[in-house]
């Protein structure tokens, strides 16, 4: 009998970020930390990872960013041997995962003018397995970077995941990554109001990948808007209808700011 599988390695916690006016008016940011993994936007000057995290120096183990050149993530591990540090600098845009040892804390993630920053591009990569079901009924298989259901019912069609990007950030595109065919796979940016519960009506899409519309991985360019996280939240929705044969790899929103 096949079970549903959890990632039990990875306690992935998406952060949330506020703002205070500096007296220079340059806006800084901060993102609220709780224990295990945090994604967060890094919004400060280029700087070595070490230079860049001073101000939870002795709070982290690892901190890794994905390399969209190499395809692969690049770590930065306090007090490990130099070899195995691959993550030289942290640049503005760049979305990093940090493992915070501590039960709570807070980083700040940089300054930017006024309420938009600007001058810039990133990416933030999302892996299939930190989507969840909408339903608790949903019986379905994942690992590191891949989700499919365990079979037809409707129960296990819908999944989601949280996103967090910049604030002030417009978003360009939204390439997924998936296997199936014909109208299997569907995979949508959305957002809705912080206030919003479950008017659907409410909810609005950004961009969308369909398999129907071609092959994986497949990009889609976002409709012309600007990430306020002081009054939307934001979240990935992806429909697998296909069974066992559709599956969701990773997904990656690229920005400028």
Known sequence: MRIR???????????TGFSAV????????????????????YLGAS???SEALSGIAGQYAA???WDPVAQTYQLYAPGVPGYVNTLAQIN??????????????ELNTGSVGGTTPSGGSGKLSIAASTFMPMSDLAIYEKNFNEVKPAGNDVASQRYFAPVTLPHGATITTMTAAFEGTGDTVKVRLDYTALTNGETSSAVYKLAEVLSSAGGSPQT???FAHTVDNGANVYFLVVDLTGGPASKLRGVTISYTF
């Open 5 to 15: 599988f959890a990632l039990a390695t990875l306690a992935l916690t998406v952060v």
């Open 22 to 41: 500096a007296g220079n008016g340059r806006q800084a940011t901060a993102a609220q930390l709780l224990h295990g993994w945090n994604n967060i936007s």
């Open 47 to 49: 700087a070595a990872p």
């Open 63 to 65: 901190v890794y960013r």
């Open 92 to 105: 503005p845009g760049d979305a990093i995962w940090v493992q915070y040892t501590q039960a709570a804390g």
């Open 220 to 222: 889609a360019t976002a």
